[in-house]
């Protein structure tokens, strides 16, 4: 039996979409999760922003995974579909890694802030 690639697309975004539906009550739980304690730093207004972001980098952290389940797919054999998955996954991957530098931000700041400080009062 030979596919067409319009319907291997269609089967490949029609798995995504039930993936989605059935991690939907999970993404719901980590909006509302707190940021990673590492990153928190007591002010409601740093938190918050906190908050958003780890829900961004949880939702790429789930394409990541999406994308790396395609490509152990011994099914998945269209250059052009293994390419767009590959691209995912790197940018995945890519905005994972910024977020966790974003998040490190505010919490350095404030430290920095308290050391200049700490020199000023001295």
């Known amino acids: 039996m030979t596919w067409e690639r319009g319907e291997v697309e269609d089967q490949l975004e029609a798995g995504l979409r039930e993936r989605v539906k059935e991690r939907t009550p999970e993404l719901e739980r980590s909006v509302h999760e707190a940021a990673s304690m590492e990153h928190l730093t007591g002010m409601p207004e740093w938190d918050g922003l ?12 789930g394409a990541q995974k999406q994308a790396s389940e395609v ?39 404030i430290e920095e802030g308290k050391k200049a400080k700490r020199g000023l009062d001295a």
Not at 50 to 61: G, P, S, V
Not at 88 to 96: D, G, N, R
């Open 71 to 109: 490509l152990h797919d011994p099914q998945v054999v269209d250059a052009e579909i293994v390419m767009r998955t590959k691209i995912m996954h790197a940018a995945a991957t890519a905005a994972i890694e910024a977020y966790s530098t974003v998040m490190a931000i505010p919490k350095a700041l």
């Open 50 to 61: 906190l908050h958003r972001i780890e829900t961004f980098k949880r939702m790429a952290e």
